[in-house]
C-alpha cells in the first residue's frame, strides 16, 4: 500500500510538472506576450516597444529558463536600467528592494507571483477565492449526493417497476442539462419578471460574504442538478445488480422485511461503486463550477480562472491551473484507496 | 395583432411540417422492415429507444429543412423588435411574426434557434467520428500489445483528462493562438489519423490479393490526403475541402477533448475481448497483428462503441454549447446555441424568452441522445 501510495504520488508530481510546462508553454507564446504587453503598457506601442517591453521584464528568454525562474530552480530574472542604473526583477517587488530581494522566487519557495490583473499576490487572491468555491462546492455536495443515492437506491430496488422508470427518465434527463441550460431555466423561472415567480436571486455576487436561501439556492441547485443524474444512474446500477445476488435472496426466503433487507444487507455493497463515481465528480463540477459562477456573477476560483485566461494573467492562470491539476489528481487517488479500503477483494499491487 | 401562445404554437408546428412528414416517413419505413435491419431496426422494439430517436431525427430533419423552416432571415434586424415578446407581428408585413419573439439585436429568435440546429448537427457528429478515428487508431494498439507503448499512451491520455476542459478552451480557442498556427499543426496531426486508419485497415483485409489492395489503398489516400490538404492547411487547389480557421479552431480542440476518453474506452475493451478463443484461432490461423486488431477485435466491440459513440455526440454538443456560452471561437452573428444563450442570458431577469428556445433545443437533442444510447444498449444486450 505504501509503495502504491509513493509511485502515485510521483505519477502526480510528473503529471503536474508537464501539465504547468504545458500551460507555461500556451500562455507564453508571442501573441500572447505581445496582448499582455499592450494591456499592461500601452495599447499603441509599435512592435519595437513592444519587444523592449518585454525584454526589460525577462520574457524573452528561453522558455525553459522562464519555466525554471517560475518553479523557483533558476535564478529570478534582473534587469539594470542603463540610464537610470535601477535594477528591476521577477523578484524584486515593492516590499523589497534589490539589495534584499531574494535569489530565487519560484512556488517551490512558496511565492505564485503577482498578478497583473488584480495587481495582488497570486496567493492571497486564489486562497480567497478558493475559500468562496469551497463553500459552493460543498453545499452542492450536501444537496447531491443524498439526493442522487436516494433516487438510485429507489429505482435500483426494484428494477423495471414504474418508479424505476421514472427516476431513471429523470436522471438522464439532469444529465442532458448542462449547467448553463439549467442555470438559465432556473434563472427564468425563478428569479426573473416574465414568469413573476421572484422567489430567489439571479447573481449571487452577495453570496461570498453573506450566503442566504434567496442568493445561494439557485447556483446550488444548478451545480448538483447535473451531477444527481450520472450518480444516481450509478448507483442505480450498482443497487440493481446486488438486487438479484443470492444472499438477498436468502434473506428474503428466511423472512427478513424488504425494507431491511434493502437497508441492512444491499446499501452497503451497492455503495462501493457510487463512492468512486462520487469522487471523480469532482473534476465534472470543476468545470460546472466556472460555468455557474460566470452565470451567476460569484467571485470564486471559477470566475477567476476565467478572468486570468481571458486577459492572459499568465502567473494567476498557471496557479489555477495547479489547483486544478491537484484537485484531480488527489480525488483520483483517493478514489483508488478508497475503493480498496470498501472491496477488500481487491488488492492494489 | 399579437399571437397567443396557442396560436404561436399552430403557426410553429405548421413551419415544422416538412421535418414531421419525414419523421412520419422514416418511423413507417423502419417498423415495416425492422426485422431486416438489425441493430437499427431493434432499436424499434424498445420505446425509450424509439422515442430517443424521434427526438434526434427530429433535429437532423430540421437542420437538414432549415432554410424552409425559418420564417425571417437568422442575420436580419428589424427595427422596433428588440427584445419584443413572442407572438408579436412584424410591422409592415403581412402574415409575419416573430414567433419566439426577438432578441436584443433585433432578431428573430425563432429562426435563429432553427439555424442553429445546423452548426450544431455538423460540427458535433464529425467531431465525434475524428475523436473515435484518433481513440480507435491509437487504443487498439495499447490494448492488444500493452508494455511501454501502451504505458506512454495512457499517460498521456490521462494527463490531457486531467486537463479542466474550460482550461484547455481557453488556452487553445482564441486569436492568439491561431496566429501561432497551433491549432493548423494540432490539425495536421489529428486529421491524419482517418486517413492511416483506413490505410491500414484495407491493407491488413487485402493484402494477400494485392490487385484489389493496391485499388483500395490508392483510392483511400488519394481521396483522404485531398480532403487533408484542405481541411487542414487549406490548400486544396480545387477549393472543394475547405475549413474556415475560427471553425477549425472549434473543431480540434474539441477533437483534443474528446479522442482521450475515446482511446480509455477502446483500450479497455480491446483487454478484455483479446483473450477470446476467436482471437487465438486467427492468431493460431497466421493472420497478422492489425487484421487480428482490425477484423477480429474491433467489430466485436462494436456494441459498446456505437452506444458511447451515440453519448459522445451529445457530450459534444454540451461542449460546443460551452464554448459558445463563453464566447470563445465563434463569430458574435453566429446563431449557434451556446452564443445564442450567452447573448441572452445578460438580460435573462427582464427578458427571458431570447435564451430559452436554444437552451430548450439544446438540452431536447442531448436528451434524444441520451435515450438512444439507453435504447441500443438496452437492446445490444438482449442478444
Request: hydrophobic fraction near 50%; charged fraction near 15%; aromatic fraction near 14%.
Given at each position: 500500500?505504501?509503495?502504491?501510495?509513493?509511485?502515485?504520488?510521483?505519477?502526480?508530481?510528473?503529471?503536474?510538472?508537464?501539465?504547468t510546462?504545458?500551460?507555461?508553454?500556451?500562455?507564453?507564446?508571442?501573441?500572447?506576450?505581445?496582448?499582455?504587453?499592450?494591456?499592461?503598457?500601452?495599447?499603441?506601442?509599435?512592435?519595437e516597444?513592444?519587444?523592449?517591453?518585454?525584454?526589460?521584464?525577462?520574457?524573452?528568454?528561453?522558455?525553459?529558463?522562464?519555466?525554471?525562474e517560475?518553479?523557483?530552480?533558476?535564478?529570478?530574472?534582473?534587469?539594470?536600467?542603463?540610464?537610470?542604473?535601477?535594477?528591476?526583477?521577477?523578484?524584486?517587488?515593492?516590499?523589497?528592494?534589490?539589495?534584499?530581494?531574494?535569489?530565487?522566487?519560484?512556488?517551490?519557495?512558496?511565492?505564485?507571483?503577482?498578478?497583473?490583473?488584480?495587481?495582488?499576490?497570486?496567493?492571497?487572491?486564489?486562497g480567497?477565492?478558493?475559500?468562496?468555491?469551497?463553500?459552493?462546492?460543498l453545499?452542492?455536495?450536501?444537496?447531491?449526493?443524498?439526493?442522487?443515492?436516494?433516487?438510485?437506491?429507489?429505482?435500483?430496488?426494484?428494477?423495471?417497476?414504474?418508479?424505476?422508470?421514472?427516476?431513471?427518465?429523470?436522471?438522464?434527463?439532469?444529465?442532458?442539462?448542462p449547467?448553463?441550460?439549467?442555470?438559465?431555466?432556473l434563472?427564468?423561472?425563478?428569479?426573473?419578471?416574465?414568469?413573476?415567480?421572484?422567489?430567489?436571486?439571479g447573481?449571487?455576487?452577495?453570496?461570498?460574504?453573506?450566503?442566504?436561501?434567496?442568493?445561494?439556492?439557485?447556483?446550488?441547485?444548478?451545480?448538483?442538478?447535473?451531477?444527481?443524474?450520472?450518480?444516481?444512474?450509478?448507483?442505480?446500477?450498482?443497487?440493481?445488480?446486488?438486487?438479484?445476488?443470492?444472499?438477498?435472496?436468502?434473506?428474503?426466503l428466511?423472512?427478513?422485511?424488504?425494507?431491511?433487507?434493502?437497508?441492512?444487507?444491499?446499501?452497503?455493497?451497492?455503495?462501493?461503486?457510487?463512492?468512486?463515481?462520487?469522487?471523480?465528480?469532482?473534476?465534472?463540477?470543476?468545470?460546472?463550477?466556472?460555468?455557474?459562477?460566470?452565470?451567476?456573477?460569484?467571485?470564486?476560483?471559477?470566475?477567476?480562472?476565467?478572468?486570468?485566461?481571458?486577459?492572459?494573467?499568465i502567473?494567476?492562470?498557471?496557479?489555477?491551473?495547479?489547483?486544478?491539476?491537484?484537485?484531480?489528481?488527489?480525488?483520483?487517488?483517493?478514489?483508488?484507496?478508497?475503493?480498496?479500503?470498501?472491496?477488500?477483494?481487491?488488492?492494489?499491487? | 395583432?399579437?399571437?397567443?401562445?396557442?396560436?404561436?404554437?399552430?403557426?410553429?408546428?405548421?413551419?415544422?411540417?416538412?421535418?414531421?412528414?419525414?419523421?412520419?416517413?422514416?418511423?413507417?419505413?423502419?417498423?415495416?422492415?425492422?426485422?431486416?435491419?438489425?441493430?437499427?431496426?431493434?432499436?424499434?422494439?424498445?420505446?425509450?429507444?424509439?422515442?430517443?430517436?424521434?427526438?434526434?431525427?427530429?433535429?437532423?430533419?430540421?437542420?437538414?429543412?432549415?432554410?424552409?423552416?425559418?420564417?425571417?432571415?437568422?442575420?436580419?434586424?428589424?427595427?422596433?423588435?428588440?427584445?419584443?415578446?413572442?407572438?408579436?407581428?412584424?410591422?409592415?408585413?403581412?402574415?409575419?411574426?416573430?414567433?419566439?419573439?426577438?432578441?436584443?439585436?433585433?432578431?428573430?429568435?425563432?429562426?435563429?434557434?432553427?439555424?442553429?440546429?445546423?452548426?450544431?448537427?455538423?460540427?458535433?457528429p464529425?467531431?465525434?467520428?475524428?475523436?473515435?478515428?484518433?481513440?480507435?487508431?491509437?487504443?487498439?494498439?495499447?490494448?492488444?500489445?500493452?508494455?511501454?507503448?501502451?504505458?506512454?499512451?495512457?499517460?498521456?491520455?490521462?494527463?490531457?483528462?486531467?486537463?479542466?476542459?474550460?482550461?484547455?478552451?481557453?488556452?487553445?480557442?482564441?486569436?492568439?493562438?491561431?496566429?501561432?498556427?497551433?491549432?493548423?499543426?494540432?490539425?495536421a496531426?489529428?486529421?491524419?489519423?482517418?486517413?492511416?486508419?483506413f490505410?491500414?485497415?484495407?491493407?491488413?483485409?487485402?493484402?494477400?490479393?494485392?490487385?484489389?489492395?493496391?485499388?483500395?489503398?490508392?483510392?483511400?489516400?488519394?481521396?483522404?490526403?485531398?480532403?487533408?490538404?484542405?481541411?487542414?492547411?487549406?490548400?486544396?487547389?480545387?477549393?472543394?475541402?475547405?475549413?474556415?480557421?475560427?471553425?477549425?479552431?472549434?473543431?480540434?480542440?474539441?477533437?483534443?477533448?474528446n479522442?482521450?476518453?475515446?482511446?480509455?474506452?477502446?483500450?479497455?475493451?480491446?483487454?478484455?475481448?483479446?483473450?477470446?478463443?476467436?482471437?487465438?484461432?486467427?492468431?493460431?490461423?497466421?493472420?497478422?497483428?492489425?487484421?487480428?486488431?482490425?477484423?477480429?477485435?474491433?467489430?466485436?466491440?462494436?456494441?459498446?462503441?456505437?452506444?458511447?459513440?451515440?453519448?459522445?455526440i451529445?457530450?459534444?454538443?454540451?461542449?460546443?454549447?460551452?464554448?459558445?456560452?463563453?464566447?470563445?471561437?465563434?463569430?458574435?452573428?453566429?446563431?449557434?446555441?451556446?452564443?445564442?444563450i450567452?447573448?441572452?442570458?445578460?438580460?435573462?431577469?427582464?427578458?427571458?424568452h431570447?435564451?430559452?428556445?436554444?437552451?430548450?433545443?439544446?438540452?431536447?437533442?442531448?436528451?434524444?441522445?441520451?435515450?438512444?444510447?439507453d435504447?441500443?444498449?438496452?437492446?445490444?444486450?438482449r442478444?
Open positions: 500500500m505504501g509503495m502504491f501510495i509513493l509511485k502515485r504520488s510521483g505519477l502526480m508530481i510528473l503529471t503536474a510538472l508537464c501539465l510546462f504545458v500551460v507555461f508553454f500556451l500562455t507564453n507564446l508571442y501573441p500572447n506576450l505581445e496582448k499582455l504587453a499592450k494591456t499592461e503598457g500601452n495599447m499603441r506601442m509599435s512592435d516597444q513592444v519587444i523592449s517591453w518585454l525584454d526589460n521584464r525577462g520574457y524573452t528568454q528561453n522558455v525553459f529558463k522562464r519555466y525554471g517560475w518553479l523557483g530552480i533558476v535564478p529570478g530574472f534582473r534587469h539594470t536600467d542603463e540610464e537610470e542604473g535601477k535594477i528591476t526583477g521577477r523578484c524584486i517587488r515593492t516590499s523589497n528592494t534589490p539589495e534584499t530581494a531574494p535569489n530565487f522566487c519560484g512556488v517551490l519557495q512558496g511565492d505564485f507571483g503577482f498578478s497583473t490583473v488584480f495587481k495582488e499576490p497570486v496567493s492571497t487572491i486564489i480567497r477565492r478558493l475559500g468562496a468555491t469551497g463553500k459552493l462546492m453545499f452542492a455536495f450536501l444537496v447531491m449526493v443524498p439526493m442522487a443515492l436516494v433516487i438510485g437506491i429507489l429505482a435500483g430496488m426494484r428494477e423495471g417497476s414504474r418508479t424505476d422508470r421514472s427516476l431513471s427518465t429523470f436522471a438522464i434527463a439532469t444529465s442532458a442539462t449547467e448553463y441550460v439549467s442555470g438559465v431555466i434563472i427564468a423561472v425563478f428569479a426573473s419578471s416574465a414568469f413573476g415567480l421572484k422567489w430567489f436571486k447573481t449571487a455576487t452577495s453570496a461570498v460574504d453573506d450566503a442566504t436561501f434567496v442568493n445561494f439556492t439557485l447556483p446550488v441547485l444548478t451545480i448538483a442538478l447535473y451531477g444527481v443524474g450520472y450518480i444516481a444512474r450509478m448507483t442505480r446500477a450498482s443497487m440493481a445488480e446486488v438486487m438479484t445476488a443470492q444472499y438477498i435472496r436468502t434473506a428474503r428466511k423472512g427478513v422485511s424488504f425494507a431491511n433487507i434493502v437497508i441492512k444487507h444491499a446499501l452497503r455493497n451497492a455503495l462501493i461503486a457510487p463512492f468512486t463515481v462520487i469522487m471523480l465528480q469532482f473534476p465534472f463540477l470543476l468545470t460546472g463550477v466556472v460555468i455557474v459562477e460566470i452565470l451567476f456573477n460569484y467571485k470564486g476560483f471559477g470566475w477567476t480562472l476565467v478572468q486570468a485566461a481571458g486577459n492572459n494573467d502567473e494567476l492562470l498557471l496557479s489555477c491551473s495547479i489547483v486544478a491539476v491537484i484537485v484531480v489528481l488527489v480525488t483520483q487517488l483517493i478514489s483508488d484507496i478508497g475503493y480498496v479500503f470498501l472491496n477488500p477483494r481487491i488488492r492494489v499491487s | 395583432m399579437t399571437l397567443s401562445w396557442i396560436q404561436i404554437f399552430g403557426h410553429m408546428f405548421a413551419q415544422f411540417t416538412p421535418v414531421f412528414v419525414s419523421l412520419i416517413a422514416v418511423f413507417i419505413i423502419s417498423i415495416f422492415l425492422k426485422r431486416k435491419l438489425g441493430l437499427y431496426g431493434k432499436l424499434f422494439d424498445s420505446v425509450i429507444g424509439m422515442f430517443g430517436f424521434a427526438i434526434v431525427m427530429f433535429w437532423v430533419f430540421t437542420a437538414i429543412f432549415a432554410d424552409a423552416i425559418i420564417t425571417i432571415q437568422p442575420l436580419e434586424q428589424f427595427s422596433g423588435m428588440k427584445n419584443k415578446v413572442p407572438g408579436t407581428p412584424l410591422v409592415g408585413v403581412e402574415d409575419t411574426w416573430f414567433l419566439l419573439g426577438g432578441d436584443n439585436l433585433a432578431r428573430d429568435v425563432f429562426s435563429r434557434m432553427v439555424m442553429g440546429s445546423r452548426q450544431v448537427l455538423i460540427i458535433a464529425a467531431a465525434t467520428t475524428f475523436a473515435f478515428m484518433v481513440g480507435v487508431t491509437l487504443g487498439v494498439p495499447a490494448g492488444y500489445y500493452g508494455g511501454r507503448y501502451d504505458t506512454g499512451m495512457s499517460f498521456l491520455a490521462n494527463l490531457v483528462l486531467s486537463f479542466p476542459v474550460i482550461l484547455l478552451f481557453y488556452l487553445l480557442v482564441t486569436p492568439e493562438i491561431r496566429e501561432t498556427g497551433i491549432p493548423i499543426y494540432l490539425a496531426v489529428l486529421f491524419l489519423f482517418p486517413i492511416v486508419f490505410t491500414i485497415l484495407l491493407n491488413s483485409r487485402f493484402y494477400t490479393q494485392p490487385k484489389k489492395r493496391n485499388l483500395y489503398v490508392a483510392m483511400t489516400l488519394i481521396l483522404g490526403l485531398w480532403a487533408y490538404s484542405g481541411l487542414a492547411f487549406n490548400a486544396d487547389p480545387t477549393g472543394f475541402f475547405y475549413m474556415d480557421p475560427n471553425l477549425l479552431n472549434i473543431f480540434v480542440a474539441v477533437v483534443f477533448v479522442s482521450p476518453t475515446v482511446f480509455r474506452i477502446v483500450r479497455g475493451l480491446v483487454l478484455d475481448i483479446k483473450t477470446r478463443d476467436y482471437v487465438a484461432a486467427a492468431q493460431t490461423r497466421g493472420e497478422g497483428p492489425w487484421y487480428v486488431m482490425l477484423w477480429e477485435i474491433l467489430p466485436n466491440a462494436r456494441g459498446p462503441l456505437i452506444v458511447d459513440f451515440c453519448l459522445r451529445g457530450y459534444t454538443t454540451i461542449l460546443l454549447g460551452t464554448l459558445g456560452f463563453f464566447g470563445l471561437g465563434v463569430s458574435p452573428e453566429s446563431p449557434d446555441w451556446g452564443s445564442t450567452n447573448e441572452g442570458r445578460k438580460l435573462l431577469s427582464i427578458y427571458p431570447p435564451a430559452l428556445p436554444p437552451a430548450f433545443a439544446l438540452m431536447s437533442l442531448v436528451l434524444g441522445l441520451n435515450l438512444l444510447a435504447g441500443l444498449r438496452e437492446e445490444s444486450l442478444d
